[in-house]
């Protein structure tokens, strides 16, 4: 299970899994993972908010824990598994949670300086309604959703170039159409993610299980904060 791609080949379909209670406790424990992450998340976010210094030193810098972002999400998902540690897997997940929030941390922090804390507000709920709503629908469908791991892949790809481009560019418009294009590719990667994540559980298999719901929380924590810095910009567009 060193690879993504695999999952869909080596995972039992949603169709073949028994809904059981050591699946219900596999799942609480990756969504539990995933809530200490937005958890911590917010408490760093609040550091910056409080220290405009440190937000506007480290603000300035964004591009290099943006990097390094990319690679703990392109790295660290193989690492999880391919380690067989769970210790490892904690560590990978943390880091990850530790780029998130000091590179959305800034950004709250303007948001909040500039009498807008409303709209944080406002995106957070709206992120979760989404995120619950489209998670539960990957949990539940019946439909077999293994074979969009490649397109989505292709998608991705494409809308982080998109961003990128952008970056030079700083086109307000195209940065709104980029983020309703990312919201809607994540709300699908969200309900795609849910069930590969279920399709991992193995009964019996507790140490597998465990680095299962570390991976599960990687994976779902960063469809969650994707998708609330996007409707966040959406909100700050739709403002201005």
Request: glycine share 12%.
């Amino acid at each position: 299970m060193n690879d993504l791609n695999q999952y869909s080949s080596t995972t039992r379909t949603g169709e073949g899994l028994a809904v059981d209670e050591g699946l219900r406790s596999y799942m609480l424990g990756v969504y539990n993972y995933m809530g200490l992450g937005l958890a911590a998340t917010a408490v760093i976010a609040m550091l910056f908010i409080s220290n405009p210094a440190l937000s506007a030193a480290v603000g300035g810098l964004s591009f290099i824990p943006f990097i390094a972002l990319i690679g703990v999400s392109w790295f660290g998902s193989k690492m999880i598994f391919s380690t067989g540690s769970r210790a490892v897997a904690h560590g990978i997940y943390w880091l990850y949670v530790g780029l998130w929030a000091v590179l959305i941390g800034p950004m709250v922090a303007a948001y909040v300086g500039l009498g807008m804390a409303q709209i944080v507000y406002q995106a957070f709920f709206i992120t979760a309604a989404m995120f619950g709503a489209t998670s539960l629908y990957g949990y539940t469908t019946k439909r077999d959703m293994s074979g969009m791991g490649g397109i989505l892949t292709m998608i991705g790809i494409g809308l982080l170039l998109a961003i990128v481009v952008n970056f030079f560019f700083a086109s307000t418009l195209m940065s709104l159409l980029i983020s309703f294009a990312v919201v809607i590719f994540m709300a699908v990667v969200t309900a795609f993610e849910t069930q590969m994540i279920k399709n991992l559980y193995r009964e019996g298999a507790g140490e597998a299980n465990a680095r299962a719901s570390i991976f599960g929380a990687f994976a779902l924590y960063g469809a969650f904060v994707t998708i609330f810095i996007h409707i966040l910009n959406i909100l700050g567009i739709m403002r201005e």
